[in-house]
């Protein structure tokens, strides 16, 4: 059985500068369209973790997103909607700096 989404996935225009090339815009129209199901995915994570506060590696590897895919951005943009919310908290991450920590909004 599949989970439900936690919100609606956006489908954005993808983004990319006025004199980008063509494979640029390729590129972002292509991570336009991965980004929803990402953040659906990372959302799930803060949410499954609820109470407890994750930094955004920690969203990734729960949400099953190699650390290569932008994870950041897209839970940098959960904040920006208010669908998590960054504590004054920090948690040294893999590299061994310290991260923000975030906790879902119900």
């Given at each position: 059985?599949?989970?439900p989404?936690?919100?609606e996935?956006?489908?954005?225009?993808?983004?990319?500068?006025k004199?980008d090339?063509?494979?640029s815009?390729?590129?972002a129209?292509?991570?336009?369209?991965?980004?929803g199901?990402q953040?659906?995915?990372?959302?799930?994570?803060?949410?499954?973790?609820?109470?407890?506060?994750?930094t955004?590696?920690?969203?990734?590897?729960l949400a099953?997103?190699?650390?290569?895919?932008c994870?950041?951005k897209?839970?940098?943009?959960?904040?920006?909607?208010g669908k998590?919310?960054?504590?004054?908290?920090?948690?040294k991450?893999s590299a061994?700096?310290?991260?923000?920590?975030c906790?879902?909004?119900?």
């Amino acid at each position: 059985m599949t989970q439900p989404s936690l919100f609606e996935p956006e489908f954005r225009k993808g983004r990319h500068r006025k004199n980008d090339r063509d494979t640029s815009i390729e590129g972002a129209e292509s991570v336009a369209y991965r980004a929803g199901s990402q953040k659906d995915k990372l959302l799930k994570a803060y949410a499954t973790a609820y109470p407890l506060p994750l930094t955004d590696e920690e969203a990734a590897t729960l949400a099953g997103l190699p650390m290569t895919s932008c994870y950041w951005k897209r839970c940098g943009e959960l904040r920006q909607d208010g669908k998590i919310i960054e504590l004054s908290l920090t948690k040294k991450g893999s590299a061994g700096v310290e991260r923000i920590l975030c906790v879902y909004k119900p």
